[in-house]
């Protein structure tokens, strides 16, 4: 694996940035790969079951690639910064991190990250960095179907029983909070924008609110007021339960160093 660069020399980033920026998204899939592996065996139907984890196979996946190329500028591999990193190394965004509550809490977050996702990959099919392009293009592909099945399911409860309408919109004033930091721009992402890299989180939002309200207005839910903006994940700060999630997570790779399969 070669190191990240840019296709435009004149214009191209220090390799740390997009090495950076690449590990950053990879986190946020890494994580939320892992908080839907929860589900195995504990969804509602067997089905479910098969349809979570192979969202998470597909999170799984695209996290691998990204944390491949982020780590090869500093010559570590997707295995080390999943497994060998602490707490405040990883700079996933709060809302993937948070626990899996029950079943509309996690199509809510679901669905607002699935969406984000959407829009941050399709404008990264036309990023100046290759290899950024080349894992957008497939991963578009993805997330599409994690943003239908999220919406399926959305609607499913909130248009239901009045008991899982009440639900799934507790479960929306719960989690809206935490979409806040989706579309923080700080420095590394404004050095990103500035040369073709990614784009500002900023301006995905307009889509991804316009895409977020058609599902929840077809639910008959309501966006919650924006009081509360929680954030800090991208700067190494995370929820209570995030050290327990990565002690599971991280636990045979630790006990067991170098070992193979």
């Known amino acids: 694996m070669t190191s990240p660069v840019s296709e435009q020399p004149g214009a191209a980033p220090a390799n740390a940035d997009v090495a950076a920026y690449a590990i950053r998204l990879g986190d946020d899939a890494l994580i939320l790969s892992h908080r839907l ?35 090869a500028f500093s010559g570590r591999s997707e295995d080390d910064l999943a497994y060998l990193r602490e707490e405040r190394q990883f700079t996933n965004l709060q809302l993937t991190e948070i626990e899996n509550g029950d079943f509309a809490v996690t199509m809510i977050r679901q669905l607002l990250f ?44 909130g248009d239901g029983t009045e008991l899982s309408h009440d639900r799934t919109q507790a479960a929306l004033d719960a989690v809206w909070p935490y979409s806040h930091e989706l579309f923080v721009d700080d420095e590394l ?3 990103m924008a500035d040369s073709g890299v990614g784009p500002l989180p900023s301006v995905l939002r307009p889509a991804w609110l316009g895409a977020v309200q058609d599902v929840l207005t077809e639910a008959t839910l309501v966006l919650p007021d924006d009081d509360w903006q929680p954030s800090g994940g991208r700067n190494g700060l995370h929820t209570e339960g995030f050290g327990y999630l ?16």
């Open 37 to 71: 592996s929860e589900w195995t065996a504990h969804a509602p139907q067997i089905e479910e079951d098969l349809a979570l984890a192979n969202i998470a196979l597909d999170l799984l996946g695209q996290a691998r690639t990204l944390l491949a190329y982020g780590g």
């Open 114 to 157: 699935s969406c984000y996702q959407h829009e941050l990959y399709r404008d990264l099919e036309s990023s100046t960095d290759a290899q950024l392009a080349a894992i957008a293009a497939k991963a578009v592909k993805e997330v599409s179907y994690h943003v239908e099945h999220a919406s399926t399911w959305v609607l499913r409860l």
């Open 189 to 191: 992402v404004r050095r």
């Open 246 to 261: 990565l002690a599971e997570m991280q636990h045979l790779h630790r006990s067991h160093p170098g070992a193979q399969w």
